[in-house]
């Protein structure tokens, strides 16, 4: 590239650039649509997480200049969004309130103009997509400080519904007040666990007396907080962003490494191989000794790497049977895997999906 003198000339370039970005971005859309129309006609699903994820990895291993894999996400998932939008606007029901971390998970994939619908609980999730009325849902399933989320396993269990995606997620507090003096503030809203997840920022930061005040959501905190002079809020950046909360600290929490995995659920659903792809089953297993031993051993007969193992007590008839949930690397369609699952009663299949974490 030739040398720029000055911001101006810069600016001229900058401008020429984005035409043509703009003007190949509408060529794009216009394929775009003709896969919309296809689909229409075959009944196909508009959401291919399979496809979205080697569209990324071959991007990023053609890549040449500065913008790296992270970049090339962050740029393209607000591309496929767009797309999908264009192909059919597919409702997305996510666990509310707006502005709360699933909201925010459920962004982070379906861009900012999907139709999104926050919903109270996860079982009203799963039955907006169990009664199609939304194509999708978005709900969390464990995170590294809490565990496992048991309603979300449960209504796996329960429903015929299938994972699409996981989609892991740092989880940040920020703080936020429309007083930027920290002295002003007498009072800080948010859920409990989140001032427990920030106690050493509220210990370093108000040497003066301040009343914590547990509220519902962190999305209510940011509203609470909006409205009222000498007041903040611990909650997170998309319900600051949403109740327009100045926010004055970011990443408050105590440990670096709070996260969450969410899940994107559907019906009938079934992705194709995107190359580097984990699946989730449950299994009931008898309580007999060495049901579990033998179970396992077929995963290491068939060379296959197992990423989590769960168990849940399953009630059934007077005593007990355990039920397991499985994670291992590979693909429904992988000869390995459908051998392991076939005729086996007591295997669900959850689903087969591209592996980000
Ligand atoms: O390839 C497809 O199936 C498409 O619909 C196109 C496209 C894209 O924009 O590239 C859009 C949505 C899908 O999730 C995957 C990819």
Known sequence: MSEINSIEEARVKIDSIDAELLRLLNDRMEVVKSIGDLKRNSNGAIYRPDREQAIIQRLSELTTGRLNKKAIEAIFLEIFAVSRNIELSEKVAYLGPEGSF??????????????YIPLKTIKSVFEAVDTKRVRFGVIPVENNQEGIVNDT?????????????ELPMPIHFTFGSINDDLKAITKIYSKDIAFQQCSKFIEEYFNHDVELIPVDSTSKAAQLASEKSGTAAICSPIAAKLYKLPVLFDNIEDSADNFTRFLIISDDFKNNKSGNDKTSILVKLSSEPGSLVNF??????????????????????????????????????????SQLLADNDSIKWLGSYPKLC
Do not use: C, M, W
């Open 296 to 337: 396992l051993q077929k995963f290491y007969d068939a060379n296959i790497n197992l990423n989590k193992i769960e168990s849940y007590p399953a009630k059934k008839g007077k005593g007990f049977s355990y039920q397991f949930l499985l994670e291992f690397d590979g693909h429904f369609d992988d000869a390995s895997v």
């Open 153 to 165: 396993i449960k209504l796996l269990n329960s429903l015929d519904i299938n994972i699409v995606a």
């Open 102 to 115: 699933t909201h925010q998970a459920a962004e982070s994939r379906f861009g900012a103009i999907s139709e």
